[in-house]
């Protein structure tokens, strides 16, 4: 057990008093040179570090008008100052996101401004120094690229994409971080994020076959490179073994399975996760998305479906058609990409499903709205169609739904407080604190209507809430996914099988 407190539930979000400095220990591992070099950043802190730093901070400032006008145009109101859950739940300044912002904008007032270079200190701009080097590792790594700031903002500075170009200047001078580099590599050159060969995934595959047979006596196909399918479904790989993630991938499976739709996964793209976006690499992002392009040009496929992965959602929906398109080879009567809920949607509003609601009355359900689905992308042809389209799914699935508070749900939606890249044990401690605005929307629920499980729609969501639930009282098992309840709703029918 990491040497901690965890924070105290209360009834009532209160802001924390500062506490200066309480978070500076914290620091994911830095990568080994093996890892850095197999994704192309030096193996470890080059010589001339300040000066390449900045001069990759003035690429990144001339490439990308969005940074320079974010780094620009704060004016300190102070309304992003409460907004984040990493402040709200370590009361460590540096984790305002202002405070973050401005670790890097002091570095750029002082080498790319003329106050900054004339006149530093009435303008506050920094040094690119060790201390500051120090800072940036830590509380770049203590921010979950959520954009829940940027709702705030008046100006919508998004401190996301300040935090993904500190990330991409700190791996430039050769201090990357060991656990998203490490997957960066595993995901480019075995395909998923696990390392999961092409046998393992196949025995993994036919095991889950056995026991969607064994519980509803259907014979429910999960099939791996099957040419000439019509859909290639690109899911996290923790669907494929991780709870509760794993129930969400059979209740694709039955999905397809009742709607009669051919499908496959692929094992060249077995990972819809890409880590790249966390670490502000378009260039490791590319590598991973070309894996899709790659995989549905040799089975063939029509169309090309995501599973449930909020950032995975967030770079499809945004990036895949500029870095790896044009998809012109795929049908045009589908979305490209389409998200699992999208499918589930349209197959519902059609009374293409029966559904048995009852199937899951021994669970009162309450919904967590993923960041980068949430403030990243979209669902369906709608305005708020992705907060609509899971919401509706659920309600066709389930008797019993609450949301939570509305300022915590929806745009508003609290990270879980594992995503952007944090998802590992060396930041437990900041999981653990930075969970806390969630986990007290979620006892409010639980304490006002009886709600039982929160159901997710992102892998790292899962996997963050099914670790750190016990340090608040709650059960692991609380959190699941939501083609699980599909899943358990869905009334099978022997002939509907698809054709593969
Ligand atoms: S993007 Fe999210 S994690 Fe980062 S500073 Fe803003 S609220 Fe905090
Ligand atoms: S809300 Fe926007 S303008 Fe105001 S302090 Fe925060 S980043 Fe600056």
Not at 420 to 426: E, P, S
Request: proline share 5%; aromatic share 10%.
């Amino acid at each position: 057990m990491v040497d901690f407190e965890t924070p105290v539930l209360k009834q009532y979000p209160i802001i924390p008093l500062i506490q200066p400095g309480v978070m500076a220990h914290i620091k994911p591992y830095v990568a080994k040179p093996e890892i850095q070099e197999k994704i192309g950043f030096p193996g470890e802190l080059v010589e001339n570090w300040q000066e390449v730093a900045i001069k990759k901070m003035g690429e990144l400032v001339s490439k990308s008008r969005a940074l320079q006008v974010f780094l620009d145009s704060c004016v300190k109101c102070g309304a992003c100052t409460d907004k984040c859950h990493y402040f709200l739940g370590t009361a460590d300044p540096k984790n305002m996101p202002v405070a973050r912002q401005d670790l890097f904008r002091d570095v750029y007032r002082r080498y790319f401004t003329f106050a900054g270079k004339y006149f530093p200190k009435l303008v506050g701009a920094k040094e690119m120094d060790k201390e500051m080097l120090d800072d940036w590792y830590s509380y770049f790594h203590q921010c979950s690229q959520c954009r829940r700031c940027t709702v705030y903002c008046p100006f919508g500075i998004d401190t996301a994409e300040i935090s993904m170009a500190a990330r991409e200047i700190l791996d430039s001078i050769g201090v990357g971080q060991k656990y998203c580099n490490e997957i960066i590599g595993k995901a480019q050159t075995i395909g998923n994020n696990l390392g999961l060969p092409e046998p393992a995934l196949l025995d993994t595959l036919e095991g889950l076959e056995e026991d969607i047979e064994e519980e509803t006596g259907v014979v429910v196909r999960l099939p791996l490179d099957q040419k000439n399918a019509d859909i290639l479904l690109v899911t996290p790989s923790a669907d494929f073994f991780a709870e509760p993630h794993v129930d969400g991938l059979i209740g694709y499976a039955k999905v397809f399975h009742a709607a009669g739709l051919s499908w496959t996964l692929s094992s060249h793209a077995s990972e819809a996760a890409n880590f790249g976006m966390f670490i502000g690499s378009y260039e490791n992002m590319q590598k991973l998305t070309m894996r899709i392009r790659d995989a549905a040009l040799e089975l063939g496929v029509k169309r090309i479906v995501f599973g449930e992965c909020g950032h995975a959602w967030r770079v499809a929906y945004n990036f895949l058609n500029t870095l790896a398109g044009p998809f012109d080879f795929l049908d045009p009567n589908y979305p490209m990409p389409q998200h699992i809920c999208e499918v589930t949607y349209d197959l519902i509003q059609r009374n293409l499903l029966t559904l048995d609601k009852s199937a899951n009355d021994d669970k009162v359900i309450t919904f967590h709205d993923s960041c980068n689905i949430a403030r990243g992308s979209r669902m369906g042809d709608m305005v708020g169609g992705q907060f609509i389209i899971p919401r509706a799914i659920i309600k066709a699935c389930c008797n019993h739904f609450y949301d939570m508070a509305d300022d915590t749900i929806k745009e508003a939606t609290f990270c879980c407080g594992g995503g952007g890249g944090l998802l590992t044990d060396d930041l437990l401690e900041l999981r653990v604190k930075g969970a806390l605005p969630r986990m007290e929307a979620l006892k409010q629920v639980v304490d006002d209507y009886g709600v039982t499980h929160m159901v997710a729609i992102c892998a790292i969501c899962k996997s963050q809430f099914s670790k750190i639930l016990p340090y608040y009282g709650f059960e692991m098992d609380q959190v699941i996914t939501l083609h699980q309840l599909v899943g358990n709703a869905l009334v099978l029918d022997e002939g509907t099988s698809n054709s593969n």
